[in-house]
């Protein structure tokens, strides 16, 4: 079945990109910077990103250079595999100027790079900043939501905190066909949320001072991913990498909800986050992947234990659980995976209990017009636990940006156990479906100036079945928060020019 499935992945990924290949030629073009395959016979915008197109310059005839630079992030692209073959016997070579290529593997385009290894829609906007260090790239992101949250029910609680995180990713060219990349992220939580986390109602996962948290949602370590990569193209269509982090995250679920688009103005995690896509801080990861044009095949060996309560030190390596996971990107605007990972003793309290995770998801993105964005993401997740069995999720959350405004929701289903939400006697063996949905709307006061702060609310709402009120009472489980919410603005091509000056 494994090996049927992966033959159709591949077929379909050859006919898309033959079916690609009917661009007219012109006399005059101009392309995206972003995506160099957008080409047009006139000025404008990007429809998939809104950015300014850019005049694509032919090739001149004349004696080049006897010294070779090698290609950086920021590369000129003379390649005929990477164009329709018309264009080239029409109008001879076309150089598209400047392309960004993701730090994990040099094939790959910058927008396609999600948490870890995983990948997002290439047409999926960046916020960031971005600086040429010579021939280096070092790209800066992150977010920061000071908020007041008010959680109802007996489990409740009301706080002030600050959920953040930044994150730095450089490449280093070796060469025309190979690159290096290093990539940190860290996150300020074991300071502005504490070591109990923040309220955020049937949330479940980790431990503070050796009892299961619940109804909190755990606070991230300081360093979150330190990783290096080393990526070689084969060919002008295959290419591999290898990555190793420390922490790191392994091959298994979707990006991470914070580096989803979907989820960016969401400062809440997930309530299946420990279905879907945990293992992003994982200390020990080695991760070996090969792309072939829009499809990848990756596998990882990893430490399985999730990280303990000391969120300052870097834990142990045991290289002891193992994953597989294939990305497909049949079109600019979708990003399919499926995984499936093997954890040992994923939780420290119960050093014998063992974990089959399997997940699958599907991302949309739409550029709409200059300064508007649509992005969709559906993820099913599923643990098979020891002693407790398969657990499901599934979430979908959407997100709408238009100018200033962005309005977003997230709905999920998540079925935990009596044991997860930490209930008494009879109870721990049960299985209990907990539904929640998420509004809320974010209004910049500063949009596109290098800093994106704005003001926005958020009503969440639970539902939980009658058997789950003598913990929890019989009030209503809502969620309420006001917030700023602090990251750079979208990463524009004339960044990338003064950032060459």
């Given at each position: 079945m494994l090996k049927f499935f992966l033959t159709f992945i591949l077929i379909a990924s050859i006919t898309s990109a033959l079916l690609a290949q009917t661009a007219k030629p012109e006399a005059t073009h101009y392309t995206c910077?972003?995506?160099?395959?957008?080409?047009?016979?006139?000025?404008?915008?990007?429809?998939?990103?809104?950015?300014e197109l850019v005049p694509v310059k032919k090739q001149k005839k004349h004696r080049t250079s006897n010294t070779e630079h090698p290609t950086s992030k920021l590369e000129t692209v003379n390649s005929p595999s990477r164009?329709?073959?018309h264009h080239h016997e029409g109008q001879g070579q076309m150089?598209?100027?400047?392309?960004?290529q993701s730090s994990v593997n040099l094939t790959d385009p910058m927008t396609r790079e999600g948490s870890g290894t995983s990948w997002l829609p290439d047409s999926s906007p960046m916020y960031g900043h971005m600086f040429m260090l010579g021939q280096d790239m070092l790209m800066l992101h992150g977010a920061a939501f000071p908020r007041y949250t008010n959680v109802s029910t007996r489990r409740g609680d009301d706080r002030i905190d600050a959920p953040n995180w930044l994150m730095g990713m450089l490449s280093h060219p070796l060469g025309d066909n190979a690159q290096f990349g290093v990539r940190l992220m860290m996150s300020l939580d074991p300071l502005t949320e504490g070591g109990r986390g923040y309220p955020l109602l049937f949330?479940?996962?980790?431990?503070?001072?050796?009892?299961p948290l619940h109804d909190r949602q755990h606070p991230h370590d300081l360093f979150s991913e330190l990783s290096l990569t080393y990526s070689q193209k084969f060919t002008p269509d295959l290419s591999g990498y290898i990555y190793f982090g420390y922490p790191g995250e392994p091959a298994l679920g979707p990006p991470t909800f914070m580096h989803r688009i979907s989820a960016m103005d969401d400062?809440?995690?997930p309530l299946g986050h420990h279905w879907q896509d945990s293992s992003h801080v994982t200390f020990g990861v080695a991760t070996g992947g090969l792309?072939?044009?829009t499809v990848k095949i990756e596998g990882s060996i990893f430490t399985g234990r999730e990280p303990d309560e000391d969120r300052y030190d870097f834990d142990r390596p045991r290289f002891d659980s193992a994953s597989g996971r294939i990305s497909w990107n049949p079109t600019p605007d979708l990003a399919l995976q499926f995984s499936h990972g093997y954890l040992k003793s994923p939780e420290g309290l119960e050093p014998t209990a063992n974990r089959?995770?399997?997940t699958a998801s599907i991302i949309y993105n739409k550029a709409l017009e200059d300064d508007a964005n649509w992005a969709t993401t559906f993820v099913w997740g599923q643990n098979d636990d020891t002693r407790e069995g398969k657990t499901q999720s599934f979430l979908l959350e959407s997100d709408f940006q238009l100018g200033r405004d962005t309005f977003y929701t997230r709905l999920e289903r998540v079925e935990k156990s009596g044991h997860e939400l930490v209930l008494n006697g009879a109870d721990l063996a049960k299985i209990f479906p907990i539904y929640a949905a998420s509004f809320g709307y974010v209004h910049d006061f500063t949009h596109g100036d290098g800093i994106d702060v704005g003001l926005g609310a958020q009503f969440t709402i639970d539902h939980r079945p009658d058997e789950l009120d003598r913990y929890y009472g019989d009030e209503i489980g809502y969620g309420l928060e006001v917030f700023l919410r602090i990251r750079p603005?979208?990463?524009?091509?004339?960044?990338?020019v003064d950032a060459m000056k």
């Open positions: 910077v972003m995506h160099p395959e957008v080409v047009q016979d006139h000025p404008g915008k990007c429809p998939k990103c809104g950015m164009e329709p073959k150089m598209h100027e400047i392309k960004m949330q479940s996962g980790e431990s503070w001072h050796d009892q400062p809440d995690a792309v072939w044009r089959h995770r399997t603005s979208l990463h524009r091509h004339h960044q990338m």
